[in-house]
């Protein structure tokens, strides 16, 4: 199918909730394709590799409001371009990453989107901040003036029913932060992929990462 016709599907299958999020997940996608997508109205991708990120942003620097998320592991000597170069970061699980990008982001005249990337699933070996963490974190990026704190992202447990049980638990984390009333642009709850997105949404995911299901199957991935 086409790129037309599968953002259409998942349009369709989206509920009719306000102020959902696609978050187009395009690594390995070339930048041909996302100029078509973006045609189609599609403004936030989600990048991976910095390297492959910085060549498609110089490719598609005429595009009108597009927005760009990292959603990769985060190497500490990347973190300045990274700053400079993307409108959110997503995978935020540390304190020190989070001050390198505060220090990378003066200057400039908005503050960068971060989201803290939760730990939520053993499976998750990639990073993550433990759910116990999490409270001490925010405080931390609450404070650093060039950062503004979103939310929480989260990659579950391929298995449906744990999925479930990570997406319920996301959920009430994200509301006990909204709750203690500290962080006052908490707004935005980002988990869900090809696989599980209904299912997120139906636990209050606020944004989706959509890769597979609107680009097809990446060959060649890393590791
Ligand atoms: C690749 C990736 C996605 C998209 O996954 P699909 O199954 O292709 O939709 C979402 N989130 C993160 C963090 C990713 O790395």
Partial sequence: MSLAENLAQVQRA???????????????????VLREAHALGLRHF??????????????????????????????????GEIARQFDWVESVDRTLIAQRLNAARQGATTKLNVLIEVAISAEDSKGGCPPEALGELADNIQALEH?????????????????????????????????????????????????????????????????????????????
């Fill in 46 to 79: 989600g990048e991976n590799y910095l390297q492959e990120a910085l060549e498609k942003q110089a490719a598609l620097q005429d595009l009108e409001s597009i927005c760009w998320h990292f959603i990769g592991q985060i190497q500490r000597n990347k973190t």
């Fill in 147 to 223: 950062l503004r704190l979103r939310g929480l992202m989260a990659l579950v447990h391929p298995d449906q029913h744990q999925a479930r049980s990570n997406f319920a638990q996301m959920q009430s984390l994200f509301h006990m932060l909204q709750n203690t009333g500290k962080y006052p642009d908490l707004d935005t709850l980002s988990m869900g992929t090809s696989e599980d997105y209904i299912q997120a949404l139906a636990h209050g995911a606020t944004e989706v990462r959509l890769g597979t299901i609107l680009f097809g199957s990446r060959h060649q991935e890393r590791s």
């Fill in 14 to 32: 989206m509920p009719a909730r306000a102020a959902i999020t696609l978050l187009a997940v395009s690594k390995r996608v070339p930048a041909s």
